[in-house]
């Protein structure tokens, strides 16, 4: 067969089988991927992987066969990776006996297996799971430049933008193959050209846009184009301190499921918006005023999709993408200021924050009385994946709140801004 | 009366089966999902969100779309479904092929002993022409004909 992809001797040797049928296999798949996408060479990567698939979810039982594949082939990947998080955690999101039969028996029933088998693979610990690996106290952070081979669209799209690495928006498994060969099929955001601005975005807000609605209204237009923001960095100022990582990374989670963004640059702000300035935005680019009309009009296009629609909220999840450091501390400062107004102990509706394993636990180490505080509220701290936990038949009937817009998209939970959901989880509907 | 569209063979094949058209983007996890997790022999669609697909049996068709859309999980749901016996036979995009739909049909091409043809940038004509239920012929080099 013939293919278009420029190869070295090297890996034309590990396609014609020298190190083994099931590498051949692997290198068959991304030579087959690359071709599909224009790709004219494979491209060494510089940082450890990111892996989407963290669930043991039954339909893909062909999946943990073709693991086991790898596993007996003795392929690892050159550097312990991290991956997404975990679908259940019965101790922190408690579930119906129901919900945890389908869980357990029908939805996730692989979960255990599935981890043995990433572990033989080169998962970097037991608590490398969640969506934000490149937070410092997980340790996954790559540098500008880096060539990644990662799946997980938020973080995606937060290490091309915000550190200035290198990925494309994968999908599952093609990011093992990659990390399991150090390489990559060099193709669009691997690219200086690939990285150009087709969007022109101006911000005209009177104030700073919820993260989360920007994203949207950005995504929902540019789709796959990579956007050039102007006007945002009078809010933001030109610092990328650990509040504007924050909102970058809920605003680019956004960009990624509401479109699918895999980089952005904000002007006078993003490592290659400031390197490079305007001379990143492509002569043709198209013009997107975001002004307050349109981000109430983006925000009011949303759908209800909860069955009965006048429910009264049983769950919100806060953190999707996972909740940093900074934020768990944010979020304790702003339930605690709604009870005091609304003259209240605890949250009515069963909330829960979502952080890295490692967040969590530096949260509860070095912010003991934010972290006792929370508790005192009634609120859960988990490192689930709300998504996933969602994404079956019950959980899904369920009348759930949040604030994530890619929660939102994905599954029939409801959005509000974060004013509005420390309204309704405090008092209990809207 | 025939039409014939050229596209590009992501996957190449020849093969005649009848068309299911979606004319949005199919979300494959929840598409493939249901039929998959009950172990079904064929396909039905399960995604309520797609109305032009839903409850639609999918397996043996070829099924006629811009894109694929969804979780990055979508890759791995079609080679799994291949890998059971249930895709459908063709997917013919009028757009690009997406980087999950890619991954799928390179898996199962690759992985298993059965493939889903795949055929790219077959236009918006292609999908504005195809209805349901029409016959659709495919030939090695990428050209669909639609009868």
Partial sequence: ?430 | MSKSFKGRPVIAGQISCEAVVSRQGVNTLATFQKSALMKKKEVLSSDQNNPDIFEKNLTGKALCLPQTIGSTTGGMVLFSVCSLGIAPSAMLFSQPIDSLAAAGVILADVWTDSKIVAIDNLGDEFLQYVKDGMKVSVAQDGTVTVD
């Fill in chain 1, 1 to 430: 067969m013939k293919y278009n992809m420029h190869l070295s001797p090297d890996e034309q040797a590990i396609l014609n089988g020298v190190k083994g049928e099931t590498l051949a296999k692997v290198m068959k798949t991304l030579v087959l991927y690359g071709d599909a996408f224009g790709a004219d060479k494979f491209i060494d990567t510089t940082a450890p992987a990111h892996l989407v698939t963290s669930f043991g979810i039954s339909v893909l039982k062909p999946v943990f066969s073709m693991m086991d594949e790898l596993i007996d082939a003795d392929l690892i990947t050159k550097e312990p990776f991290t991956v997404d998080p975990r679908p259940i955690d019965y101790e922190n999101v408690k579930c119906s006996l129901p919900e945890k039969i389908i869980f357990s028996k029908i939805m996730y029933g692989m979960q255990a297996p599935y981890e043995a088998q990433l572990t033989k693979l080169g998962l970097k610990s037991n608590k490398s799971f969640t969506c934000t690996c490149y937070m410092d106290e997980v340790g996954n952070t790559p540098k500008f430049g880096d060539i990644l081979s990662w799946a997980e669209s938020s973080a995606v799209v937060y290490a091309n933008s915000v550190i200035g690495a290198r990925c494309n928006r994968n999908s599952g498994i093609i990011e093992l193959f990659g990390a399991i060969l150090g390489k990559v099929p060099c193709f669009d955001l691997l690219t200086d050209e690939g990285r150009q601005s087709k969007w022109i975005v101006e911000i005209k807000t009177s104030s700073l846009p919820e993260a989360q609605i920007l994203g949207s209204a950005i995504g929902k237009k540019v789709m796959e184009d990579v956007p050039y923001v102007k006007g945002l960095d009078k809010f933001l100022g030109n610092d990328i301190n650990d509040n504007v990582k924050s909102y970058l990374k809920d605003f680019g989670a956004a960009t990624a499921s509401n479109g699918a963004v895999g980089l952005y640059h904000i002007e006078g702000l993003t490592p290659e918006a400031v390197a490079s300035g305007t001379d990143i935005i492509r002569s043709d680019a198209k013009v997107y005023v975001v002004d307050d009309a349109e981000i109430t009009r983006v925000k009011d296009s949303y759908p209800v999709m909860w069955k009965n629609k006048d429910a009264k909220p049983e769950r919100c999840f806060i953190g999707c993408p996972h909740l940093s450091y900074n934020q768990l501390g944010t979020w304790v400062d702003k339930f605690g200021m709604e009870l005091k107004l609304q003259n209240k102990k605890k949250v009515v509706v069963n909330t829960i924050f979502t952080a890295a394993p490692e967040v969590i636990d530096r949260f509860k180490a070095e912010n003991v009385k934010a972290y006792n505080t929370l508790l005192s509220y009634g609120i859960n701290l988990s490192a689930i994946c709300p998504l996933m936990y969602m994404n079956n038949p019950l959980a899904g009937k369920r009348a759930v709140i949040t604030n994530s817009n890619k929660l939102r998209t994905y599954t029939a939970a409801r959005y509000c801004t974060d004013d509005e959901i420390v309204k309704v989880a405090v008092q209990g509907g809207f």
